[in-house]
């Protein structure tokens, strides 16, 4: 009896080391993915790949895992230099107005703008432009080698003249001084310096009513008449600080019950009316966005937050991404960066963060492969369309979803490093 249960014993141990073994053979889907991606020694060798798959795309968005991405900066200003050397592509900017694009591109006049500091390094957001990385692009972008234009809501340069500018252009207008003197300039301004200074909690609901009803009343007169200046630039204009007074009512918020009103959803929503907007003044153009991943998204709803107390809060969100890849139907292609190490961190703080992959996730099987960059277009591989997968593609933070719907490629750096500060002439 005793010798039967012995080997009766030893079989069920056997059967078990096989079923664990023939487990452990089994490659996990991130494994199977990271096996497809196409491994390159240097980042140059895959921008000619790149430049093939997005040549027959009106949009390419450029993402990056989070804001203190050095090294992604760095290649990110490569691909743009690279396909806009094959191709006629404007640069349009996370971080930069359309206000700013405007006077810079001179479709405004300077008026009242101090010309000796309006340049890319002081319109664009200083989280790029003051960095080492970008600063090529910059460079380029002052020498206008290549084309450039604003689409973020949040404040660059010229916010701080949006008032005083628009009194002193409708006041050099024969037109538009007419019936201007109804407008209580000063409040406005007072009213739009305590948003950009993100002092919410001291603007009481009637300045906001002011301050909105006001600018409708701009925008209706101004749709009505024949004016000496850039009418459209004009209207774009007040239709961003209609947007960022919005932000403001909200309290900058990211989150909310409905998320109607919330900082996404508005902000996100107006950029992409910002990119639709230049691409439809300018029909034979072609633009590269330069934003992070997750704007970029076009699905964020496939990929579950997975954090309390909203684990699924990106059901309620449309990106940008979303809202471009909706109003130009095949026409968007988005890449995000991402990282298998290294560290992350601004630039003017001292703190740097460690890119640690879980186990779990994409980048962690690829840093098996040992490849020091990779890409995967998914529109090569549709069998992982509709494969759940680990990533940590949105601020290094490993989440599940169907990336292969929010993302047409994945641009892997297994070292990253953090952005450093541009070093001054």
């Not at 009103?261 to 633009?287: F, S």
């Not at 960066?337 to 703190?351: A, K, L, P, R, W």
């Amino acid at each position: 009896m005793k010798t039967k249960l012995s080997l009766l014993s030893i079989l069920f141990v056997l059967l078990a080391l096989l079923a664990l073994s023939s487990c452990c053979d089994t490659p996990s889907v991130e494994s199977s993915i990271a096996e497809k991606f196409t491994a390159y020694y240097k980042p140059s060798e895959s921008f000619e790949t790149i430049a093939n798959l997005v040549k027959d795309k009106r949009i390419v968005i450029l993402g990056e895992c989070g804001h203190g991405d050095g090294r992604t900066f760095k290649i990110k200003s490569e691909i743009v230099r690279y396909l806009d050397s094959v191709g006629d592509y404007t640069l349009i900017l996370e971080g930069m107005n359309p206000f700013d694009g405007a006077i810079l591109n001179k479709e405004l006049p300077v008026l009242i703008i101090n010309t000796s500091w309006l340049n890319v390094g002081s319109s664009w957001n200083s989280l790029w432009s003051h960095t080492e990385e970008a600063s090529k692009l910059v460079d380029a972008m002052n020498k206008h080698q290549i084309d450039f234009y604003g689409m973020d809501v949040n404040p660059s340069y010229c916010n701080n003249f949006e008032i005083a500018y628009l009194s002193n252009l409708f006041y050099s207008d024969s037109i538009m001084k007419q019936n201007m003197f109804d407008y209580n300039w000063k409040r406005l301004l007072d009213i739009n310096k305590n948003m950009l200074n993100l002092n919410d909690s001291v603007i009481q609901d009637i300045d906001y009513q002011y301050y909105d009803s006001s600018l409708l009343a701009m925008k209706n007169k101004l749709n009505n008449e024949n004016v000496s200046f850039n009418k459209d630039a004009v209207l774009l204009l007040i239709d961003n600080m209609l947007s960022f007074s919005n932000l403001a009512k909200c309290g900058f918020s990211n989150t909310c019950d409905s998320c109607i009103n919330c900082g996404n959803t508005i902000r996100d929503r107006q950029m992409a009316d910002n990119v639709a907007w230049y691409l439809n003044h300018h029909p034979e153009k072609k633009v590269i966005i330069w934003a992070a991943n997750f704007h970029g998204a076009k699905a964020i709803s496939q990929i579950k937050y997975g954090k309390e107390p909203d684990p699924e809060l990106y059901d309620k969100y449309t990106l940008l991404g979303e809202h471009l890849a909706n109003m130009f139907q095949n026409q968007v292609y988005s890449v995000a960066f991402t990282s298998g190490g290294g560290e992350v961190g601004y630039f003017y703080q001292d703190e740097s963060y460690p890119i640690e992959p879980d186990s779990t996730s994409v980048e962690f099987a690829l840093l098996h492969r040992d490849i020091k960059y990779g890409y995967l277009d998914f529109g090569s591989h549709p069998e992982f369309e509709d494969v759940p997968f680990h990533s940590i593609l949105l601020g290094y933070h490993n989440k599940i979803g169907k990336w292969a719907k929010s993302f047409d490629a994945i641009f892997y750096i297994r070292e990253q490093h953090r952005a450093t500060q541009v070093i001054e002439q």
